[in-house]
């Protein structure tokens, strides 16, 4: 089945279909099965969804719905805020088509059972392999832990 892909706003060097040939790809290599819908959109809808889905008041880069119980054929929906990519995209130095990309990888390995937050590093590996994978850049959970490590190292320096 063929993702679907939602473009609230143009993306820059990303089209719908180049969009959904990439995710197609990436279900596979992650053995997500069935169909998925991507939404492209902006802070202000990403907000609502996180405040009613998550009960958190702010926006944030990518959330993933997994699909109904009697769902056989949808593996689910993500969103992604095109605010928060093309911000990362500008500090980090590669186009907002990636971060779409490394948006889109990640909210994927949630749909197919993965969570960084107590999995051991398990979903870190599967990304790391499938951003290499794809060419891509650093993908979240990496720059996550860089910037914990980062933070770490300092104030041990600091203490010293």
Do not use: W
Not at 97 to 125: C, F, N, P, T
Not at 141 to 152: G, L, M, V
């Amino acid at each position: 089945m063929r993702p679907t892909i939602i473009l609230k706003r143009q993306v820059l060097g990303a089209r719908e279909r180049a969009l959904e040939r990439f995710a197609a790809r990436a279900c596979r290599a992650a053995g997500l099965q069935g169909s998925i819908t991507v939404l492209v959109t902006g802070n202000r809808e990403i907000q609502v969804l996180n405040t009613r889905f998550r009960k958190k008041k702010y926006p944030t880069d990518v959330l993933s719905f997994p699909p109904p119980e009697f769902s056989n054929e949808f593996a689910g929906d993500i969103a992604i805020s095109l605010d928060i990519a093309e911000r990362n995209a500008h500090t980090l130095g590669h186009s907002v088509s990636d971060e779409i990309r490394i948006l889109i990888v990640h909210g994927i390995l949630h749909l197919a059972g993965y969570d960084h937050e107590d999995d051991k590093g398990e979903m870190a590996q599967k990304e790391l392999a499938l951003r290499r994978k794809f060419a891509l850049p650093a993908g979240l959970i990496e720059r996550s832990s860089s910037r914990h490590t980062a933070k770490r190292r300092a104030s041990a320096r600091s203490r010293v």
